[in-house]
T-cell receptor, first 116, second 108 residues
Framework: GAGVSQSPSNKVTEKGKDVELRCDPISGHTALYWYRQSLGQGLEFLIYFQGNSAPDKSGLPSDRFSAERTGGSVSTLTIQRTQQEDSAVYLC??????????????FGPGTRLTVL | QKEVEQNSGPLSVPEGAIASLNCTYSDRGSQSFFWYRQYSGKSPELIMFIYSNGDKEDGRFTAQLNKASQYVSLLIRDSQPSDSATYLCAVNIAALNFGKGTSLLVTP
């Protein structure tokens, strides 16, 4: 079946511009996560959506970052006034989240963001 | 700060040997533990998870968990050159908290 998809695969932008990154989770997965991975670094949690609950935004590094999830499916991560330190691979993951079952997350291919 | 620590490596093992990858975590409330493999330029792919103390085997992979010592490991038996990748340990509370990964190189 189809996995998690993300678009665009690569994005080059100029410092100060806004960017939008899109994630389509696996169909039926209720939980959606955004992470980012900077060069040589581990994955850093950004934000987590679960069903209709308020999202966990505790990982967002600044108020320039925001995310939405429409209709419990597609999510968009927006970075306003991009800075060079925002350059990273942005990874989306989704999971089924069934009570009593270990929750396993499946990752999309990522969006490589380069801020010039 | 809830830490997940891994040696960055590289860990080099000859083909056919056992590769042992280790991970420690700081949050005693952690319940589920995951190993992901990440090839260069690719996204992480799940190898296996474990949540009970002891060993869990899946093919050539064995995950070991010791909650008292806050330690989780991954053993790869009969290592192959195709196993060369970065191995990420992740701990689940809600979202995954990842270590920085251990680079494994399996030499022919």
């Amino acid at each position: 079946g189809a996995g998690v998809s993300q678009s665009p695969s690569n994005k080059v932008t100029e410092k100060g511009k806004d960017v939008e990154l899109r994630c389509d989770p696996i169909s039926g997965h209720t939980a959606l996560y955004w992470y980012r991975q900077s060069l040589g670094q581990g994955l850093e949690f950004l934000i987590y959506f679960q069903g209709n609950s308020a999202p966990d935004k505790s990982g967002l590094p600044s108020d320039r970052f925001s995310a939405e999830r429409t209709g419990g499916s597609v999510s968009t991560l927006t970075i306003q006034r991009t800075q060079q330190e925002d350059s990273a691979v942005y990874l989306c993951a989704s999971s089924l989240q069934i009570a009593g079952v270990v929750d396993t997350q499946y990752f999309g291919p990522g969006t490589r963001l380069t801020v010039l | 700060q809830k830490e997940v620590e891994q040696n960055s490596g590289p860990l080099s093992v000859p083909e056919g040997a056992i590769a042992s990858l280790n991970c420690t975590y700081s949050d005693r409330g952690s319940q589920s533990f995951f190993w992901y493999r990440q090839y260069s330029g690719k996204s992480p792919e799940l190898i296996m998870f474990i949540y009970s103390n002891g060993d869990k085997e899946d093919g050539r992979f064995t995950a070991q968990l010791n909650k008292a010592s806050q330690y989780v490991s991954l053993l790869i038996r009969d290592s192959q050159p195709s196993d060369s990748a970065t191995y990420l340990c992740a701990v689940n509370i809600a979202a995954l908290n990842f270590g920085k990964g251990t680079s494994l190189l399996v030499t022919p």
